[in-house]
């Protein structure tokens, strides 16, 4: 399994993710931004934020969850692909999460996931 890949947001060069693990449908890792990151930063940090936006309890009132599909409709509607140096391959993510450095993302949209 390769482990090192790099992040295109809309086709810029937004970082370098370090796969750590999958699941039967997520990888996940670490995230290390670069510059092209910075105009994709503040939707990312707004996810983040509402994800962790009730600590108190485990349900997200209804406005944050409003706000929160909103977010993940813009995240979602990114062009998101890695590239991996090893093979030399290109896969492209139907879902991507970024939380501080933790990095998550579902690759095309295979069966039962």
Partial sequence: METVAKLYLNGKKAGVIYRSGRSTCWNYGLFDP?????????????????????K???????????????AEC???ALETKLFWPESNSWTIAS???IDGRLVEWKEGGGAGC
Avoid: Y
């Fill in 74 to 76: 813009a995240i979602d």
């Fill in 56 to 70: 108190k309890s485990d349900e997200l009132d209804e406005q944050t969850l409003a706000e929160l599909r909103v």
């Fill in 34 to 54: 670069e510059e092209g990151f910075a105009e994709f930063a503040p939707l990312f940090t707004c996810w983040a934020s509402l994800m962790h936006a009730n």
């Fill in 95 to 97: 879902q991507l999460n």
